[in-house]
């Protein structure tokens, strides 16, 4: 099964999220039983900041800095994260973020166990294209742990991914963002407008909606994680 972590600004009883350096409140970190510190891409940080604020905020797992699209720097930067890790009080497990194509990228880092695909949340990045670089990307590294950065948030990755089992975990913003739209997430992924989206208790609502959201895209990629292992042992007895 593939965890759904919440990059996440509200207070939702939901206990994975993930969180950057831009928007770490620990009002959010203190509803989290398992989180992320993602070092948020083109934010004005450091990797020694990003170990510091993981020590500070107990992260569970901490992302190295990275650039989007470009391999040599990011590269580069985890060099100088993994140096500054081994004699830093941080004890949160490092995830290594990828560039696509990751199954390139993979090859000119050092090894490790943990990994995150970055890269994919863009404008331009076609759900077909994301699906790509994940399956290429699990055909040189098959075992290794993978985070997918910032997708999941809509059914067509979520049906090709979650069959496969190629990531253990990724996070999106969708469940709080729809909730901030007085949306819920439907059975398919689609936003359906649930509430009026003014009045004294537009606001009150919306932390609702957000664990509501939260706990059906984990539930959607379980279902469909579920619908790959039945449609697998039914092919074993024809």
Same mark, same amino acid.
């Given at each position: +099964?593939?965890?759904?972590?919440?990059?996440?600004?509200?207070?939702? !009883?939901?206990?994975?999220?993930?969180?950057?350096?831009?928007t770490?409140?620990?009002?959010v970190?203190e509803t989290?039983?398992t989180f992320i510190?993602?070092?948020?891409i083109?934010?004005d940080?450091s990797?020694a900041?990003?170990l510091?604020?993981?020590?500070?905020?107990?992260a569970d797992?901490v992302?190295a800095?990275?650039?989007?699209?470009?391999?040599d720097?990011?590269?580069e930067?985890i060099h100088e994260?993994i140096?500054l890790? @081994?004699s830093?009080?941080? =004890? !949160? *497990?490092p995830?290594?973020?990828?560039q696509?194509p990751?199954? @390139?990228?993979? &090859?000119?880092?050092? @090894?490790?166990d943990?990994y995150?695909?970055?890269? +994919?949340?863009t404008?331009?990045?076609?759900?077909a294209?994301a699906?790509k670089?994940?399956?290429e990307?699990r =055909? /040189?590294?098959?075992?290794?742990?993978?985070h997918g950065?910032?997708?999941?948030g809509?059914?067509?990755?979520?049906r090709? /991914?979650?069959s496969?089992?190629?990531?253990?975990s990724?996070?999106?913003? *969708?469940?709080?963002?729809a909730?901030?739209f007085?949306? /819920?997430l439907d059975e398919?992924?689609?936003?359906?407008?649930?509430?009026?989206m003014?009045?004294?208790?537009?606001t009150?609502r919306?932390?609702?909606?957000?664990t509501?959201?939260?706990? &059906?895209?984990?539930?959607v990629?379980n279902? @469909?994680?579920?619908r790959?292992d *039945?449609? *697998?042992? +039914? =092919?074993?007895?024809?």
């Amino acid at each position: +099964m593939t965890d759904v972590y919440i990059a996440s600004d509200k207070e939702t !009883a939901y206990p994975r999220k993930l969180q950057k350096p831009a928007t770490l409140r620990p009002s959010v970190r203190e509803t989290a039983e398992t989180f992320i510190l993602d070092s948020g891409i083109g934010d004005d940080v450091s990797n020694a900041e990003v170990l510091d604020l993981a020590e500070e905020y107990n992260a569970d797992f901490v992302v190295a800095k990275d650039y989007l699209h470009d391999h040599d720097k990011t590269t580069e930067s985890i060099h100088e994260f993994i140096d500054l890790y @081994e004699s830093h009080l941080c =004890d !949160a *497990t490092p995830m290594i973020p990828l560039q696509p194509p990751h199954a @390139e990228h993979y &090859q000119d880092v050092p @090894e490790f166990d943990t990994y995150v695909l970055g890269g +994919m949340a863009t404008d331009e990045t076609t759900d077909a294209q994301a699906i790509k670089w994940v399956r290429e990307f699990r =055909d /040189v590294a098959p075992d290794v742990y993978a985070h997918g950065l910032g997708v999941g948030g809509g059914i067509e990755f979520t049906r090709a /991914v979650a069959s496969k089992g190629w990531l253990d975990s990724i996070d999106c913003s *969708t469940p709080e963002v729809a909730a901030s739209f007085g949306c /819920v997430l439907d059975e398919q992924l689609r936003q359906q407008q649930v509430r009026v989206m003014t009045g004294d208790g537009a606001t009150k609502r919306n932390i609702p909606l957000g664990t509501f959201n939260s706990y &059906q895209i984990q539930d959607v990629w379980n279902r @469909e994680a579920d619908r790959q292992d *039945t449609q *697998t042992k +039914m =092919d074993t007895y024809q």
